[in-house]
């Protein structure tokens, strides 16, 4: 996401917060969203595993 973009999702992930939500609650959306823009951009970027790699290296059923 572009830096124009950030403070207008950050509102958008506090007013779907329910009332009741705690720092926690929006610090995990946060580093959720995070998470998953970076595994976007190293996939993009053709920084990936195989599947069948992974599951080797942890000793995984195929």
């Known amino acids: 996401m572009h830096d124009s ?3 207008a999702e950050a509102r ?3 007013e779907e917060l329910p009332e009741d939500a705690t720092w926690e609650d929006l610090m995990y959306r946060i580093y959720v969203r995070q998470a998953v ?3 976007l ?3 993009e970027a053709g920084r990936t595993v195989e599947v ?3 599951r080797h ?3 995984l059923p195929r």
């Open 5 to 7: 973009g950030v403070k």
């Open 12 to 14: 958008r992930m506090v």
């Open 37 to 39: 823009e970076a595994g």
């Open 41 to 43: 951009r190293d996939s």
């Open 52 to 54: 069948d790699d992974v």
């Open 57 to 59: 290296r942890f000793g």
